[in-house]
């Protein structure tokens, strides 16, 4: 295992591993017998991985000896809903999970917030293991205890933090995924650089189309350096009382067009990031927080990487300011009825705001295409 990447999440006593590199998923029993209680586990995996990855978990477990069983969950965001958790945590119990045992989460970001949500509340809390397919989830959200799901009124705003027991994170399955899960996960890694490390951003300038090219050596190094940063921040503030927020970089302004397309195909939740950042930079230039040129240069890569740059690029392109705001509203950021937005001085320094004046915004919305409505 010599070609494996390992990333420490230092949180005490509840320290876990993130193991990165090829070849990780045939060797998951490996990595996964050490921290079982007993030799058994509960797997919840995409529907879509039942013919792919799902056997390959299945095949070294056996190897391994422990039991497992499998529930499939429909592929895509419309999953994280409460009949879903309902029908999970009904089948979690029937296969006599325990406290002490571990609940495996096979698929992306979907599988994973979904997973863990049931994990935190299944008897009060029962342990889980993350193994990213995606690379959105590789590089985020498999990474830091934030488990939830969606409702009418928004993203995610239905959760509990509860942090996994091991992340596993295999390049070699994402050579499954087709190019715009690719580019999807790429606007989490591109994140990194422009919320706090202009070095990296400007790395993934020269780079990105490597790691977007699936390049193994650029990926790897995209990848960990990704999770390095993550697993950094979430270790000074497990909870989002502070610096962690600024892991939320374009996703008020990203939730709120998810939201307005309905979760569905229409908007990935990498690409609403995508465009969510550079809607913060140039908000950011309009308010006369940061250059205008850095607020160029995340448009300009995000454009280079074939991830929407405009409004235009998004559905048919029109939404109501008035219902952008509404979603914005309800975004988790919000703090006594007042809107916080993660904006920034320069690229690799942002910063919190809860300053934002409603009418300023409203009119940097109708300026980016926005309807007047």
């Known amino acids: 295992m010599s070609d494996q990447h390992k990333v420490t999440v230092e949180l005490g006593e509840r320290a876990y591993e993130i193991h990165i590199g090829s070849g990780v998923l045939p ?7 050490p921290v079982l209680a007993r030799p058994k586990l509960a797997i919840v ?36 809903n409460f009949h879903q958790l309902a029908e999970l945590c009904d089948w979690l119990l029937a296969q006599k999970i325990e406290r002490n045992d571990c609940i495996v989460a096979l698929g992306g970001g979907v599988i994973g917030d979904l997973t863990g949500f049931a994990a935190a509340i299944l008897r009060r809390g029962t342990r889980f293991i993350q193994i990213p397919t995606s690379l959105l989830a590789q590089v985020d959200s498999s990474i830091g205890g934030k488990t939830a799901i969606n409702s009418k009124s928004g993203k995610n705003l239905i959760g509990a933090f509860h942090q996994p027991d091991l992340v596993l994170a295999d390049m070699d399955v994402l050579k499954t995924l087709p190019p715009r899960e690719i580019g999807a996960g790429y606007a989490e890694i591109v994140k990194y650089g422009a919320l706090g490390d202009a070095a990296f951003f400007g790395w993934l300038e020269e780079n990105g189309a490597d790691v977007l090219a699936l390049d193994a050596a650029a990926m790897a190094q995209a990848v960990t350096k990704s999770c390095q940063a993550k697993a950094a921040i979430v270790a000074r503030d497990e909870r989002e009382t502070g610096e962690r927020a600024l892991l939320n970089l374009g996703h008020t302004f990203g939730h709120a067009f998810e939201a307005l397309t309905g979760y569905d195909n229409t908007l990935l939740h990498g690409e609403a990031v995508a465009y969510g950042m550079v809607l913060a930079f140039e908000f950011s230039a309009m308010r006369g927080d940061c250059p205008s040129a850095d607020a160029a240069r995340v448009k300009a890569h995000i454009a280079a990487s074939h991830l929407p740059a405009s409004m235009r690029e998004i559905g048919n392109g029109k939404f109501a300011a008035s219902a952008l705001l509404e979603a914005m509203t309800q975004d988790k950021k919000v703090q006594n009825g007042t809107m916080r937005f993660i904006l920034a001085h320069r690229l690799g320094d942002t910063f919190i705001a809860d300053d934002v004046d409603e009418d300023m915004l409203r ?4 300026a980016q295409g926005a309807q007047d409505a």
Do not use: C
């Open 45 to 80: 995996a995409d529907a879509n991985l039942a013919e792919t990855h799902l056997p390959v978990l299945q095949a070294t477990l056996d190897g391994a000896g422990i039991a497992h069983d499998s529930f499939l969950v429909p592929a895509g965001e419309a999953s994280k």
């Open 27 to 33: 060797r998951a029993a490996d990595y996964i017998a």
């Open 363 to 366: 009119a940097f919305l109708l």
